[in-house]
């Protein structure tokens, strides 16, 4: 909710003279108020109340600079006392609202702010806050298309009164895409942005609109002004996604490469980085800058983590060293373990991956490549019973996947669990690709007829 502002009051605005003392200690609260000195402001304010306890305006301005110290609370009492001296006062009674809000009291705030607007129509900022509460509200009601829509004629009717701020067009032009009208939502930004082409608030909330609409070159026009002005992870992760999407790789390697530099610490961003330049095919280029980085940050996991990536995919055995020094600074940490563990098992240490990524699959049961990885290295391993429960969950997550049939035939082959083997490996052949599972097809196919003949001599184990 936006701040109260000081309003000053001079000494005719009391209905009665009251105590030249009062008058003294509340004026030179205003004038400690005004010079931002707020905790003197505070302590004049109540010590004229205590004097003077019935004096509204005293108590209004105690509310505000208590909220400008960040003391909402406080704040309630103050303006519920000035509503009770002058309940025809709507800035009190918005006041009251704002401090509401900021404890969280939704409810209370929807009823402050209604009375503010029913005391003075014409009061913007009132229409405002109501229509901000009642967006809030919404989504829980049992009829949030209506609520939105009360949320949207009191903000159309703010903006009508004057209040073009930010938070308020942006969350019409929200509650516009919500009921339906997005183009109306762009339109609205468009035009408050023409008049305002600094503020980011709309900016941001247009470039959010103009990706839904798969419009990214629009979309980056304005996260790039954003990002100039005021550089953040989410916007810089937003232009790239937006490049990306826009078959623009290299423009995205270059935001994210201008971020990673401001902030090396940033995991999600050094992984998005890393990712792109490796599928690029220019991992190699910022190994260097990388291991510099972290030769002044050495504890840096996300530098660590991104450095493993690089050598992830063709030097397996260096990522271990990375991956292993960044789990040791966050063993809790789901994705280390598992980079740490398939990595250990890519490079011919299954034995040591494996509780690793069994604990993964424990506390990420849905994730196919812990599964993938765990049944790797079951495999290598030679314990083709728990490979085979594994390999048939991949077989049961993506059945059009060919591979994991022919692995989860030779497990239960293995076991000579020939009847059970004998459609995994049937499946697998229907599936196959002539070319990328040349090798394994070949096998299958020299398998079949001493496996038939088996399963004909009745040979082999039942499945228990």
Known sequence: MPLLFLLLFP????????????????????????????????????????????????????????????RPKEAIKSFETVTKLKPDFAKAFNGLGEAQVEVSDLIGALDSFGKATQIDTN?????????????KL??????????????????????????????????LAELRARTGDRDGAIELLGQMIGSQPDNLDLRLSRAKLLMEEKDYSGAVADLSIIYKAKPSADVASAIADSYVK???????????????????????????????????GRGEEIVDSLKEMLAKQPNNAALL?????????NHPEQAVEFYLRAFS?????????????????????????????????????????????LATALFTLKDYNDAAVEYQWIVNSRPQQAIGYYFLALSLDKQELHEQA???????????????????????????????????????????
């Open 11 to 70: 000494l005719s605005a009391f209905a009665q003279k009251p105590d030249q003392k009062v008058v003294d200690l509340f004026n030179a609260g205003q004038d400690a108020h005004s010079r931002g000195n707020l905790e003197e402001a505070v302590k004049l304010y109540s010590q004229a109340i205590d004097l003077e306890p019935n004096i509204f305006q005293i108590h209004y301005q105690l509310g505000v600079a208590l909220m400008s110290l960040n």
């Open 246 to 280: 826009l078959n623009k790789r290299d423009s995205a390697i270059e935001i994210l490469a201008d971020y990673t530099h401001r902030d090396p610490k940033n995991e999600k961003i050094a992984a998005a980085y890393t990712s792109l330049m490796i599928e690029a």
């Open 422 to 464: 004998l459609p995994a490996y049937e499946s697998f052949l229907k599936l196959a690709d002539p070319v990328v599972n040349k090798n394994e097809i070949e096998a299958a196919n020299l398998r079949l007829p001493g496996l038939k003949r088996l399963i004909a001599e009745k040979k082999g184990k039942k499945h228990p």
């Open 123 to 135: 009061f913007a900022k009132a229409h405002a806050n109501l229509g901000l509460v009642q967006a």
């Open 138 to 171: 919404a989504a829980g009601s049992s009829d949030p298309v209506a609520q939105y829509a009360k949320a949207r004629a009191e903000l159309e009717t703010a903006i009508r009164l004057g209040d073009k701020s930010g938070r308020t067009v942006a969350t």
């Open 305 to 313: 983590i991104s450095i493993g990536d690089l050598y992830a995919p």
């Open 329 to 373: 600074l966050d063993s809790k940490n789901i994705d280390y373990r598992l980079k740490l563990g398939s990595a250990l098992v890519r490079s011919k240490q299954s034995d040591k991956g494996l509780a690793l990524l069994k604990s993964v699959v424990h506390d990420r049961p849905d994730d196919y490549v812990a599964h993938a990885n």
